[in-house]
């Protein structure tokens, strides 16, 4: 039977051995969930990158270019981390180039794995189907807060692992601590997140709107796979 880890942050990426499993690298609040979307409501490939000016120069080829830096929309590009910048404007057809404080990271550090998927509490459901019919060891990425451990993607991480009980094991203890995490906060998970630092990083910034978004289950089917620089829906 295969199995579901977690690492809490990507800086601890070197302790775990990517080789054979599926990695899901999450970032909830909010870049994986703004991928997500915008897939799911026209955009035709994502190219996620580390670094502003990596990022910048997709423009030329005539890609939107989207930053988000310490929660805030980076200077000079066209969209921020918002998953609404893809459902308060029409963007069928457009390319996507995205760099993020975590997310587009833990994207790019994930890549020893034989697969590369996208996850939020947007498209859970549909990861979980998309892993069990896979059948291969499976590694949540959690984007955390610039290397530290955070709530939000561990909330994840304890999510997909309810979807998958009793087809894959769940004997490592991060994946408990996750599970676990998740059966006391599932009822509220607003609530439970609300002294959390990021969501009052958030809050700050006044968008609440942002973070109830995030946290619905099951809005889209899509499943964001990395193809070479790219992601795309998986088919």
Not at 81 to 89: D, G, M, Q, T
Not at 115 to 125: D, K, S
Request: hydrophobic residues 45%; aromatic residues 8%; contains cysteine.
């Amino acid at each position: 039977m295969p199995s579901i880890d977690v690492c809490f942050s990507p800086a601890l990426l070197p302790l775990y051995d990517l080789t054979g499993k599926i990695a899901v690298a999450v970032d909830v609040l909010r870049a994986t969930s703004s991928m997500v979307t915008a897939l799911s409501h026209g955009i035709t490939h994502i190219a996620p990158v580390s670094e502003l000016e990596a990022c910048r120069a997709y423009r030329d080829q005539g890609y939107l270019v989207a930053a988000e830096r310490d929660g805030v929309k980076a200077e000079g590009f066209d969209l921020g981390n918002s998953p609404f910048h893809y459902l308060e404007e029409d963007r069928t057809g457009r390319l996507l180039a995205i760099t993020t404080t975590n997310g587009t990271q833990a994207i790019r550090l994930s890549s020893g794995a034989d697969e590369v998927l996208v996850g939020a509490f947007l498209n859970v459901g549909a990861v979980a189907d998309y892993v069990r019919r896979a059948g291969k060891d499976v590694v949540v990425v959690c984007a955390g807060w610039k290397g530290v451990f955070n709530l939000e993607d561990t909330l994840f991480a304890g999510c997909l692992a309810e979807r998958l009980a009793g087809d894959f094991t769940l004997n490592h203890d991060a994946t408990l601590a996750a599970y676990h995490l998740y059966q006391t906060a599932k009822a509220d998970m607003l609530g439970f997140l609300s002294q959390s630092s990021h969501v009052q990083r958030l809050e700050r910034l006044h968008i609440q709107k942002d973070i109830e978004f995030c946290l619905q289950e099951d809005t889209y089917t899509v499943v964001p796979v990395l193809k070479g620089d790219f992601l795309v829906p998986a088919e």
